[in-house]
C-alpha cells in the first residue's frame, strides 16, 4: 500500500510565504510524476505545479514566478514553496503521485489527504 502525507499548511498574510511538504511512503517501485492540486470551496480541483522523473517542471499560470515545486528523490518527497501568497491562493492542497507499486503493477494515481492553505488579506 501506498501512503501520501502532506504537512505545511496553515494561516499566512498575504504576500507571506509558506513550504508544503508531501513524503510517499510503502511500496513504492518507481515514481513517474509528483504534483501539487488545489481545490477552492465551490470550485474544482486544479492543477499546481508538477515535476516529471526527470526533473521537469509545469505550472498554472496564476502561480509561475510565485511557487516553486521540487523533489527529494532519496525521501521520496515533493515539496511546494509558496512565495507572494495572494487571497486566492487560499484552498486545500493535494498531493499527487503517479507510480507504479512494483515491477509488475501498472502505474496508478495516489492522493494526500489535503492540507489547508488560507492566505488572508
Known amino acids: 500500500q501506498v501512503q501520501l502525507v502532506e504537512s505545511g499548511g496553515g494561516l499566512v498574510q498575504a504576500g507571506g510565504s509558506l513550504r508544503l511538504s508531501c513524503a510517499a511512503s510503502g511500496s513504492i517501485f518507481r515514481i513517474n510524476v509528483l504534483g501539487w492540486y488545489r481545490q477552492a470551496p465551490g470550485k474544482q480541483r486544479e492543477p499546481v505545479a508538477v515535476i516529471i522523473s526527470g526533473a521537469s517542471t509545469n505550472y498554472a499560470d496564476s502561480v509561475k514566478g510565485r511557487f516553486t515545486i521540487s523533489r527529494d528523490t532519496a525521501k521520496n518527497t515533493v515539496y511546494l514553496q509558496m512565495n507572494s501568497l495572494e487571497p486566492e491562493d487560499t484552498a486545500v492542497y493535494y498531493c499527487?503521485?503517479?507510480?507504479?507499486?512494483?515491477?509488475?503493477?501498472?502505474?496508478?494515481?495516489?492522493w494526500g489527504q489535503g492540507t489547508q492553505v488560507t492566505v488572508s488579506s
Open positions: 499527487n503521485a503517479w507510480l507504479q507499486s512494483s515491477l509488475i503493477e501498472r502505474s496508478k494515481d495516489y
